[in-house]
C-alpha cells in the first residue's frame, strides 16, 4: 500500500502542514476534526499538495526533505507545480 507525504494550507490563516500517511482522505478529514494536536487551532485545512511512495520510510525522508527547507517560497512552489498537472 503506499504512503504519501502531504502539505496543507490552513483555510484560516495561510500557514503550512507537512505530513506523511496511508490514507490522505482520512488524514485531512482527522485534521478539520480537530483531531490532530498541532494542526486544531488553524481548522479548516485543504490539501495543495501530495506525492505517492512505495513505503514510509520513503515518504517519511521526503517529508525531511521539504522542512529542511524552511522555506515558504519552496512550498508555495511545490503546490503551483501540482495545481498546473492536474489542469
Known amino acids: 500500500m503506499p504512503y504519501f507525504v502531504y502539505i496543507l494550507r490552513s483555510i484560516k490563516d495561510g500557514s503550512y502542514y507537512i505530513g506523511s500517511t ?3 482522505s482520512s488524514r485531512l478529514e ?3 476534526q480537530g483531531r490532530s494536536k498541532y494542526t486544531k487551532a488553524n481548522r479548516p ?3 495543495i499538495y501530495s506525492e505517492t511512495h512505495f513505503n514510509r520510510s520513503a ?3 521526503r ?3 521539504i522542512k529542511k527547507r524552511k522555506s515558504r517560497e519552496y512550498i508555495e ?3 503551483s507545480v501540482s495545481s498546473l498537472r492536474r489542469r
Do not use: I
Open 30 to 32: 482527522r485534521h478539520n
Open 59 to 61: 515518504a517519511m525522508k
Open 63 to 65: 517529508g525531511r526533505e
Open 77 to 79: 512552489r511545490l503546490a
Open 45 to 47: 485545512w485543504e490539501v
Open 22 to 24: 496511508r490514507d490522505l
